[in-house]
């Protein structure tokens, strides 16, 4: 079973990966070769935000290490809640990008 943090990691790299697929084949399609600005920034987003996903991780069982020295997996323990909060201000500024560019059609619908 995915952790909510793990799910979306995925669903986000997965919509990574569908929109550099998009912004490749505008750039062969379109007239000029001009991809949406936009779903570049969006993807190059996603993929910092899921790089620092996967720092964290590392920190994370690093900081748990007990062959590391403790003042190192302090520090280490610091970082780690440093990149967390990064990355939970990126994917809210992910959410808010996606919803700029797809606003909700009814109530009903909304990214979260």
Partial sequence: MLTT????????????????????????????GQPDVHMYTLQEMIGT???????CSALSQSAKDEQIPRSEREVLANLLNIMS?????????????????YPPDNGDTHIS
């Fill in 5 to 32: 943090q793990e799910s979306d990691s995925r669903t986000l790299h997965d919509l990574r990966k569908k929109i550099k697929d998009l912004f490749f084949l505008e750039k062969f399609v379109l007239p000029g």
């Fill in 49 to 55: 935000w899921h790089d620092e996903i996967v720092m």
């Fill in 85 to 101: 909060l990064e990355g939970e201000r990126l994917q809210h500024k992910i959410i808010e990008t996606l919803q700029d560019l």
